[in-house]
């Protein structure tokens, strides 16, 4: 019979633009958007007036006038970051935020009487002042977002953020240009301008909701300089945190290198007026932004420091593209848009362009996130403060490095594959520091690469504090596999030989699992098992066992080995049921006569992973476990 009722359809996958139509997100979003637009309409405005109107206010060479407001802009990041971070932790943000828009309001006002009375010092203090506003709201930026996001939302709002700063400097910088540029009163057009987008960002930071200080009652330093110092050891003293800022860093090296040569490049090797250099920012814009808007679905919402690898390959990759495709290219004239286009070849380096954007976009956000993830919340401002000192420091270094080269001889191109080979060199050195951003990598390629992966129930693993997850054996990739899927680092417990196993057993040395004998073959191993399994759970970490001791032979579930409720025993810890569900019968899995790894099958095909609730380490007997794994497991082996 027809009820009239329309039978509901399956729930739609949340997507990170939901954020987009939330107060806790959307406010902020628009207000660092205006901000990051207004820092390069009143950045560009100035350089191109410095540029083409200076002549008569000054005896200093443009060129030495546009190098000195590039410094100071960027002076204050290192002066006064300490500071901001401080007052981020401090206060209560929303308000934090507004007061620094205000202050915004005034600063454009100082640039737009800069511009009526063509005073070079008056322009020059108020773009001392823009970088002092953008030093005191960069730690309020990514510091905030914690605070409003879930955890599986933190990806897809810093791919946003990202996504939207890029889009804004593309958008501020060509504004900024063209408005400057039209006629006699184009000055003044760009201070009006620079204005209203000012207070245009007040009226968007209005609607952001209270954010509470993380540390109120702080004890302000202010001496910026012992202050930036504390800032800088604390923040080294959490290893990962410290190689992620380092990592974030270099980014911004890399890309200050790649972003200071557009101009060069495209009137040198292009054959490209200023319009051919806009489209290149916007090409190099466009893929970080659609790189950052990637990452949320290649990490399945959660901060998957695999992506970081994967990144830095392709920064690597392109970048020698680029110089292949660009060595032989020697401007005869210069033109537009549209003999740039014309060219083939022009069409080459335009991908390359656009995908160093890309994989910078998945090198960059998974590392903002990991910062925010694993940062104490008290210190989570002036952590992010440090790396914000640590950026401008980079960025100055490349400038210098980059004028170095050049005058060595070497040409733009020969620049970027310098870069890109660099970019190699420190991300090993970074991996082969902090094994977990090459382990989560592997782990993440030979998931996605191999299977089709699906999750399920993982939120009943904790944040944080010890735990343990158990799961059936199905295959040698058991242990990459959940590792690929679980937010936090598991250490596993295997068996010995399973460890030992060809090509895979550098993957489980990376991921610091812990090999395991019976106490027949090897009682010492056993009991250096036991002792490290427990020192895990003691350091609050995750540890992940197979209490089968072995993998199926037929791909159904065996008895459960009593070796779990000792080591609960010497370190009490909830435990999480889990069951892999499609893996029996792949490549990696048993086949009827009891070998695996012998003929290509099962690639690609579909496997889960299902999590159960959190049992009490009292309750977790082998018993209960084995019948939650079963239960979970179902009729799918």
């Known amino acids: ?228 110092w504390r800032n800088l050891v604390f923040a080294s003293r959490n290893r990962v945190v410290w190689l992620s800022m380092m990592g974030i860093s270099w980014f911004w090296f890399y890309g200050a290198v790649f972003l200071a040569q557009f101009a060069g490049f495209a009137r040198d090797h292009l054959g490209g007026n200023e319009t051919v250099v806009t489209a290149l920012l916007a090409l190099f814009s466009v893929g970080i932004g659609a790189g950052s808007l990637l990452c949320e679905r290649m990490s399945r919402r959660r901060v998957e420091l695999g992506l970081v690898p994967f990144g830095s390959i392709g920064l690597t990759l392109f970048a020698v593209d680029l110089w292949f495709a660009s060595r032989g290219l020697t401007a005869t004239s210069i033109a537009g848009l549209d003999a740039f286009v014309a060219k083939p070849a022009h069409w080459r380096v335009a991908a390359d362009l656009v995908l160093i954007g890309v994989f910078g976009g998945f090198y960059i956000v998974p590392l903002y996130a990991l910062i925010q993830e694993r940062s104490e919340p008290s210190h989570r401002s002036r952590i992010i403060a440090a790396n914000n000192i640590l950026n401008a420091v980079f960025m100055v270094v490349a400038a210098i490095a980059a004028i170095l080269l050049l005058n060595a001889g070497l040409s733009m191109p020969d620049l970027f594959l310098v870069t890109g080979l660099m970019n190699a060199a420190v991300a090993l050195f970074i991996y082969l520091l902090v094994p977990e951003f090459l382990m989560r990598f592997l782990a993440w390629l030979l998931i996605n690469a191999v299977y089709h992966m699906r999750t399920e129930g993982l939120e009943h693993v904790p944040d944080d504090g010890p735990c343990v997850v158990v799961c059936n054996h199905v295959s040698y990739v058991d242990a990459v596999a959940i590792a690929a899927c679980v937010r936090r680092p598991v250490r596993f417990v295997m068996d010995h030989r399973i460890f030992a196993t060809p090509v895979l057993s550098f993957l489980f040395r990376t991921m610091g699992a812990i090999p395991i004998a019976p106490a027949r073959e090897d009682p010492a191993l056993k009991e250096r098992a036991f002792a490290q399994a427990a020192d895990v759970l003691a350091r609050g970490e995750v540890l992940g066992i197979f209490p089968e001791g072995r993998l199926t032979p037929d791909g159904e579930l065996g008895e ?78």
Do not use: C
Request: aromatic share 10%.
């Open 560 to 637: 459960f080995r009593p070796g779990l409720s000792e080591i609960l025993e010497r370190t009490p810890a909830p435990v999480v049921p889990m069951a892999l569900r499609g893996l029996w019968g792949s490549f990696f899995s048993r086949s009827a006569n009891g070998k695996a790894m012998r003929r290509l099958r099962g690639f690609f095909s579909r496997i889960t992973l299902v999590a159960g609730a959190r049992i009490a380490p009292g309750e977790a007997t082998p018993q209960r476990l084995r019948d939650e794994v079963l239960a979970l497991r179902g009729e799918h082996r």
């Open 1 to 228: 019979m027809d009820t009239g009722r329309t039978a509901p359809g399956p729930a739609r996958e949340a997507s990170q633009f939901d954020l987009m139509r939330e107060r806790r997100f959307a406010p902020f979003f628009w207000t660092q958007f205006l901000g990051a637009a207004n820092d390069n309409v009143f950045k560009n405005a100035l350089v191109i007036f410095v540029a083409f109107q200076a002549a008569g206010m000054t005896s200093m060479d443009p060129n030495t006038l546009v190098n000195l407001a590039g410094a100071v802009f960027i002076a204050p990041f290192m002066l006064l970051s300490a500071t901001g971070g401080q007052l981020a932790d401090k206060l209560e943000k929303s308000r934090l935020i507004r007061a620094i828009k205000l202050f915004e309001i005034a600063i454009m006002a100082v640039g737009l009487a800069g511009f009526w009375m063509r005073d070079l010092a008056t322009l020059f203090v108020a773009l001392a002042l823009m970088g002092v506003h953008s030093t005191l709201f960069g730690p309020v930026k990514y510091a905030i977002l914690p605070q409003h996001l879930k955890p599986e939302e933190l990806v897809g709002g810093n791919g946003l953020v990202e996504m939207g700063t890029f889009v804004a400097i593309l958008a501020g910088t060509i504004a900024g240009g063209l408005v400057v540029a039209a006629g006699p009163h184009g000055p003044l057009w760009a201070g009006s301008l620079a204005i209203a987008i000012a207070v245009a960002g007040w009226l968007s930071s209005r609607a952001i909701p209270e954010t509470p200080a993380v540390d109120p009652a702080l004890r302000f330093a202010w001496n910026p300089f012992t202050e930036t």
